[in-house]
């Protein structure tokens, strides 16, 4: 169901190790979340390959 009175957020930690401090202040973020805000955490951003302006 659609709600708009709901405010979805996108988290990405830039730190890949599951115990790193990044990663714990998203994993924070969402658990302490008021229940109008939804926080999705986006995993495996570490496979993307980096922008490379030369290969582009």
Known sequence: ???PSL????GV????????????LLHA????APRDVEIARVAGLGEV???NEEAA
Not at 7 to 10: A, F
Not at 13 to 24: C, E, I, K
């Open 49 to 51: 390959p980096r922008f």
């Open 29 to 32: 973020a969402i658990e302490l």
């Open 1 to 3: 169901m659609n709600d």
């Open 13 to 24: 930690s830039g730190s890949p190790p599951a115990r790193s401090l990044s990663s714990a």
């Open 7 to 10: 405010l979805r957020v996108i």
